[in-house]
Every structure is written in C-alpha cells, then in structure tokens.
C-alpha cells in the first residue's frame, strides 16, 4: 500500500486520572498530536474518535463531534467502535480516507475514562465486547481468557510461570514510561500468588481499569518521518464455543498475512512489537500467531528473553496493556505512538537500538477482532 | 470523486418487530442486499456496522464482529457511530475504504432495535446524541429541535400549521410504502392537536421509536447499475448554544458543498432527496441548507407542494423518519436505499418518474454531524 505518514503523536498520562474527564483527556493528546505535528488544526480535515465505553458508562455517545467541537474543527468526524480493538480499527479507516484522496490528515484520538464507573458497571460495559452467549453463560473476559490459557497449558504444556513471565517482562519495561499506570517492578512469585482471577489467571496477569488517550496525525502528504505501510484487520466468530480451535487467535493470523503482504516484509525482519497483553496468555498466542515462534512454544519464547529490552525483537517495550495500562479505546492509538517513538529514536530509556521496522497488533474481545499495523521508518 | 455503485440493497419492515432481534434484522436486510447484489458473500471483504443504542440498551458492543460472525465471514469488520447520522457516516466510510482500493465490496448495515427499551432507558440513551451540558439542563431531542422551531418562527415567520405540513406529506407518501412503520394518512388538523411534546413541536411533529435494519452491498468494480457520485461528512458545535445561528444546520451547507462539487452538480440537478425529519422542522432546516428553497422559505417551500410526490423534487418519499420511522443506525442506509430503488424505478407506487439523480442528507444529533450523499443512474 501507498504509505501513510505519523506526523503527530500525543499521549496523556495513563492511569487513574479522577481530576479529569474523557474530554480533557482527549483534548490533552489531540494538542499535543496536533503540535507534534507542527500544523495548523485547521489542516485537519477529519477526526476519528476511538471508544468503547463511554456511552454505556456515562450517556455520552457522538464523540466525533464532541472532539472535533473541542477542537473548533468543522471538518469531518467519526467515532469508530470493536471493543478492544477499536483504536486499530480507528487507525485503519483513518488511513483508508487518507488513501482514497479525500483527506490529507487525519487525526485519530483513542480515550476512555474507566475508573469513574463501579465495578459491576465496568464489567457489564466491557462484555460487550463478548457474544451474548457467552454473557448468559456468566463469562467475563477473566473467565474467557483463562478458557484459551487451560487449552494452551493441556495442548502444549505452557506451565502456569511462562504466563507469569509475560507480566514481569512487562512491568519491568514500564518501569522506563514515565506515561505507564504501573511503573514498577513485579516478581515472578508476586504473579503465582497474586488472587486467582480465573484458573490460571491470577490478578497479575490481567491488564489493569486505566483511564487515558493517545491521539496521533496521520497524513498523506508527509514525505519523510515514520510511515504507517501495513494495515490489515480480520474477524474471527465472536462466540469462542463457535471457533475451530482455542490455541490460536485466527483474526491475527489473517490480519497479519495481509499486512506483511502490504508492507512487503517478513516476521523476522520485525525490529519491536506492541502487542495485545490484556491477558498473560493473550501475549502467548500473538507470539505464536504472528510467526514470531512456532505454534505452542509461546511461552518458552517469551522465557527465553527473545522480547526483553535487549533481546533481538523487544515486545511491549511501553509496559504493554498489562503495565502500561489498558484505557480500551486508547490502547489501538498508544501501541502506534510507541512504535512510532521507537521508529524516531526518542523512547529515551526504553529505546531499542537500531529500531526501524515494527508491528502493532491490537485484538477486540477474544479475538473476534484484530488489527494489525506495521511501521517503518 | 470515483463513482462507487450500490450493487445490493436490503431492508426489512420498519416497525415494532417484538419478534426479531437486532441481529436477526441485521441478518435479514444483510441476506437480501447480498442476493441482490447476486454476489457471493464470500466477495465481501469489509462489513461496516452502523449503530448508536444497542450497547446502552442490551449491552453488546462489537457489532462489527457479531454481524460478520452470523454471516460466516472473516473480512474486515467495523462499527460506526455518529448518532442518527451513525448510517451515513458507515456509508461514508465503507466508499472510502472502497476508493482507496484496499476492498472491493463492503456490505454497509444499519439496524437499530428500540422498542425493547422502556421509555425513560431510551431517552437516556438518544441523549447521548447531544452534548453533556444539554443533558444536564434537561433537555431532551424534541426540546432541543422545539428551539430550532421557535427561533425560526421568530426569525422568519414560519408557523404551526407549515410545520404540520412536513408530517403530512410524508405520511402521504408512507401509504406507499410496504416497509414503512406508519403506513397511514394523517390530517393537518390531527397534527395540530396532537399532544405537545415540546412547544411547538406536538407527538405528530416527532419520529418514532421503531425496530428495523437496512443493508447495501457497495462496490468498487461494478460498471453499470446505480452509482454514489458525492459523499462528504461535515461537524457542527454540539452544543446549540455554541452555535452562531439556531436557524440553520451549518454542517448541512458544509457537508452539502463538498458532495456536490463531487458529483459536479448543482441543487437544481436533484429530482429527489431523503432528508432526515426527526423532527418536522428538521425538514424545513434541511431544504432551505440545502439550497432548494431561500433561507427563510421552507415552511412555504415546503406547503407548496414542490417536494410531494408528483411535485419538483419530491422530499422523503419512503414516508422520511416521520412515517417510514427511525431505527437510528438503519436510518442512514435506508434513505440510501430509498434513492436507489426509485433511481431503479423500482419504487412501485411511489416511483418518481424521470427520477436519475438523487440526494441523502443524514442528521446526528441536532446537527452536530451530517453526511449527504449524491446517487445517480
């Protein structure tokens, strides 16, 4: 495909952020993607709004034209909706107007505002994300994801400590974002032990309620910077009881394919990757599906030291959902503005030398959903 | 802009359709607009979502996988939302993703299941058209169209009974229509005595809450049939307090201007056009922004008779969202639909002879968003 520069990025601090709104939030990242980008605001010929939950947890829903009326812009917009996914599928229909010519620059803001809502309230909002079977049958994401880790463990062995790997791994590269909710360490140990959620998920190996927002300006008439050159997004069955296999997310695997074929690189040319850790296995199955290790030797991969800071391709360099934080509509447009700030060199202490090449894959539900990117310098 | 065709079309009886789900109508018009489209399904490679309320009302989000998962497909997957103007907006999109050549067929469905919701659950969820500081002065959607009706009466003179005129065209034009919610003639006097709701828009004045869906199958490499010439989205301040003027939905004029240099045609050039009649002075707004009328002018324009069937350019012959109803994310592809069948000639009873070049105008909100669209043979 044609490529799409990343003119602008801005990202609010991720966290529980009780003093400000979804709006201040968004406003706060579209600046300063807009400023990033040293442009004019009345350049911006069309804004996609990326959000989940808002609607559910606060009334609010036309959130195009609540941020494009933050921003005094008359121009186009949109708010684009796939669960979790719904930042990457932002992202790709942003770049799909851009490269229709009807567009020159668009701005793409991912936010949600999670930790105004109760508990009970959160987790009705979030299993929308789910088949409604699946809601009858009392499943929460939780309980979903440990469905996928038990038929991973039975199939190939991963042992409960290759799931806990991935939450160390993760916190110990959001130790180095000063952006991230969690910013410390965690111990193996503190993982095994942590509450079990949902065998054999503990606490710590599921991504935390964040608020926050990432906005970034693609355009179509950047020349030089960081390109967006792969974009694909795939579907699997929503209803897991309904799919062919559960050690696999087929979505990324098609999504994958397609992008790789679009951006004319291969699996092992992949400098760094953000991928979607909104559960320990979750991070397994991305390894494997996008062809970073063969199928079921996910765990042992990711043991091995392959995706650490320094290892040959560092995964989650931002902390990931996990530690970085997973404001859902947000995390599609953050895992892009990491890759970018890598891609320019500037990710300060957790830069990964000679990045020039990376992928973002961000899965909605169970992945029913996924998107793929891949960006190139 | 390159012409895209509308290959398919499908849409089910607009109604209070207890029986079905919103998936069930969703799967129902996607069905038919494939078969019209005499495709096989398995050419779809983009499923685009239109939908504002079901997440509020039932609590599933991730429509865009739900939908292509009951159509066994793993294309690309997406839900739209931009309010009422959520139909346009996938419209929108899906020609987009289509003009940038990444697809070649994407199936664009509306659907939207209200009656389900108790009436104060629905009023809370369409609120979340407006902006938050409407909500918080309680005003609800006909109080807010009720002060665009106010001012314009001040301003030009435009009275009650041309208001009520709007609700009995298209109630006129609705008896021909198999699909319409109400297919039934009503009065001047009936409209005039209805309750009030919102002084001075009455219960006659308002669209209903109806259940339904509508489908189009859109493609980039047909070479003869109906075309979309025009597509442009424009954003107004969502709050009509911000608003410079209350007498005019200025992303009409914006949205309006960009899809007709598109098209290379002028308003003079339209033999018909839906028009989004939340409200009946919504349909005033629209002809005198969309420059069928002077400013000022649309009440008489209106009860002039230009705009019934048998008229100029007759105005929302599919009986508009007054009579043919409002399922909110269906309302947008309907009208769509509505233009093509009668660009077709296959409008039946309601065939507006000679009629080959058309126009949609889809409303969010109170004007907040707005897509038009240009259709010709």
Redesign the interface.
Known sequence: ?TKIAVAGVGLTKFGEMWDKSLLDLAFEASKEAIKDAKMNKNKIDA?FVSN?LI??I?????????I??SLD???????????CASGG?AI??A???L????YKNALVVGAEKMTDASTSQIT?AL??????QE?KAGLTFPALYALLAQAHMQKYGTTREQLAQVAVKNHSHATLNPKAHYPFEITLEQVLKSNSISYPLGLLDCSPITDGAAAVVLSATESSGIFISGS????????LA?RDSLTEL??TK?AAKIAFDQAGVEIDDIKIAEVHDCFTIAEILAMEDLGFCPKGEGGKFIAGGSTQLGGRCPVNTSGGLKACGHPVGATGVKQIIEITQQLRQSAALRQVRGANLGLTQNV??TG??VAIHILQT
Chains 1, 2 share one sequence.
């Open positions: 495909m804004v989940m609607g559910k606060a009334g609010q829903d036309h959130l195009g034209a609540v494009a009326s812009l008359n121009c186009a917009s949109f708010k684009v909706e796939g669960a599928l790709h229909l770049i799909q107007s490269l229709a010519g009807t009705w299993m929308g994300a789910s088949s409604s809601r694909a997004v795939a579907t699997d069955n929503i209803d309904q087929k979505a098609l909605g539900g029913a959903t």
